[in-house]
Structures are given as structure tokens and as C-alpha cells.
């Protein structure tokens, strides 16, 4: 089975809100609401590849230094085992905005729970809350 490994970010406002993106129609879980952010690519680190996500994404710039590691979710899914590291970023440049035809939404930390999410980002959320 391959492994693939998938960075993730929780974008908090200074409210303490956190970003979700919900997943577009036509690409695989549909309507799931996650965390931004995307595979990394061979060449790069999880954090160059948040980096680069977060501008094709989101329309925002950061800096690595800018990126806090929190957590990672392991799971399982039917044809690829995923690894996906989760930081947190409190700065960055610009407004986010949809450029992939997905939906954004800020979400306090009590309302996290009530987005039904991908497999694999359900157990971050917990540890996320607790940490805010």
C-alpha cells in the first residue's frame, strides 16, 4: 500500500477561530470540511509544501518560521495509508479567499466538532481544541 504524505495547517484568526476548507465537488470526499493544505511534494519539506499550498490555495503568504508543529493524524484509507502532519499559523500575508472552487469558513473551536470532516483529520481536531 503507498504512503503519502499530506501537510495541514489550522489557520487561527485573532478572534481564535480556525480556517476550514470544505473539499469541492468531483475530487474525492466531496463536501468534507478540512484543514487546509496538500500533498508535499518529493523536493519538498511538509512546511515548503504548506507554504506553497497556502498561496495556490488561500491567496496568503506565510513564513516557515510561522509554522508550529502541533500534531499528525496515521490513517488508513482504501487504496493509500496517509501521514499528515497538522501545524498552526497565527501570521500570514493577505485575506484568505477560495481559488479551487472550495468553500471557506471560520469556526470557533466549539463548532469544529459539528463539520463533518475526512477520516484521517477527525482525530486532529480534539487536540486542536484543547490546545486553543
Known sequence: MKTVLVSAVALIDRDGRVLLAQRPKGKPMEGLWEFPGGKVEAHET?????????????GINTWESCLAPLTFASHTYETLHLVMP????????????????????WVTKQELRSYPMPAADIPLVPILYDWL
Open 46 to 58: 511538509p512546511e515548503l509544501a504548506l507554504l506553497r499550498e497556502l498561496e495556490e490555495e488561500l
Open 86 to 105: 497538522l501545524f498552526v499559523c497565527r501570521k500570514w500575508k493577505g485575506i484568505p479567499h477560495p481559488r479551487e472552487n472550495q468553500q471557506l469558513k
